[in-house]
């Protein structure tokens, strides 16, 4: 009885949607696993490349998620990804500068760009959806003032070594043709990655903060009446965002090693659906980093899909994904109908 008591507990609240997140990730891999079995997708570093593939996404994602639990959106975090990776490409392979220097100028703008946000929207009372949307122009515009031709980076030794070196485990081995044990391995990208989720995940669950950004995003007002912050709490929500977003601009980097105008152009999509799948209310007050990162992960386990086929298009990604978050979508209006008839 207790445990049914337990059960129904969860599926009341935010563990319902992580719960069906999490079902359709392990069906979706059992089933790449079973019918791309002879392409290698079961292999363990198969895995780890979905990990390496999507690091910036998993660092963005983290971020939107605690935005859009206080009910705001943040859309121009695939422009800043994009004006991020064009600022570290210009200033080590232009100017020459120092690998730790450029990217502690990245972060440090990522700060100054969610406070500027945050500030508009918090303290001035702007609408989430216009803010960012001029920082999405504004960044965007910006990487083209720095720069209208793709700089790559082949000087900078210590970025480079960051960026292809590789972190062997110790399980998950495979045998190749020739009786070589190869160990699965990951990029310093992923380490930087994961290492961000569980930080996030942490602010987010167990600390006064992140139990503010749900009481804003559950009620505003009532929030106010508790004595939430409201207006601070919601300004560091998009400064952490901006900080996050800065973060994976440079793990983005780090895959790419160089810096264009048309990088991450819709990644901002990409980054709103893997949140959305991964359970956070549109409408604020339920959400979790962990369903984030199954979010990223369904998308990865598609990408995938489409590679071992090797007939689909690549768009059919942007397809399949767009399916999923209307699903969620109407998903996540059906379980806010409950929550709104319980709550009577």
């Known amino acids: 009885m207790k445990i049914g008591n337990y059960i129904k507990e969860k599926m009341a609240g935010t563990g319902f949607l992580l719960f069906i997140t999490i079902i359709m990730f392990l069906i979706m891999y059992a089933g790449g696993v079973m019918v791309y079995s002879a392409q290698g997708f079961g292999n363990m570093q198969t895995f780890m490349n979905m990990l390496i593939d999507n690091a910036g996404l998993i660092i963005a994602a983290a971020g939107m998620t605690a935005v859009v639990i206080t009910g705001g959106i943040d859309i121009s975090v695939g422009s800043v990804i994009g004006l991020v990776c064009m600022m570290l490409a210009y200033m080590m392979q232009v100017m020459g500068m120092n690998a730790y220097a450029s990217i502690a100028v990245v972060l440090l703008f990522g700060l100054v760009f969610g406070t500027v946000q945050g500030w508009l929207i918090a303290y001035m009372r702007l609408q989430p959806f216009i803010v960012t949307l001029a920082g999405l122009f504004f960044c965007r515009g910006l990487t083209a003032v720095i720069s209208v ?130 359970g956070t209310l549109l409408s604020g007050g339920v959400g979790t980093v962990i369903g984030s990162f199954f979010g990223v992960l369904i998308k990865a386990v598609i990408e995938t899909y489409i590679r071992c086929n090797g007939t689909l298009s690549s768009w059919w990604n942007k397809i399949v994904l767009s399916a999923l978050l209307c699903f969620f979508i109407v998903l996540q209006s059906v379980f806010a109908a409950i929550r709104r008839k319980r709550s009577i």
Not at 217 to 238: D, F, I, Q
Not at 258 to 271: C, D, H, L, M, P
């Open 149 to 278: 031709d793709q700089i790559a980076i082949t000087d900078n030794e210590t970025f480079l070594n960051m960026a292809t070196r590789n972190i062997y485990l110790f399980f998950g081995a495979t045998v190749n043709k020739r009786g070589i044990k190869l160990f699965p391995f990951v990029h310093p990208s992923v380490i930087i990655a994961l290492c961000a989720l569980v930080v996030v995940w942490y602010i987010v669950k167990y600390t006064k903060f992140g139990r503010s950004l749900f009481a804003i995003g559950g009620n505003e007002r009532s929030a106010l009446l508790m004595g939430v912050n409201v207006r601070r709490t919601k300004m560091l929500a998009y400064i952490l965002n901006g900080f996050l977003a800065s973060l994976a601009g440079f793990v983005f980097c780090l895959n790419t090693t160089s810096g264009f105008v048309e990088q991450a152009r819709g990644f901002e999509i990409e980054v709103i659906a893997s949140t959305v799948i991964g």
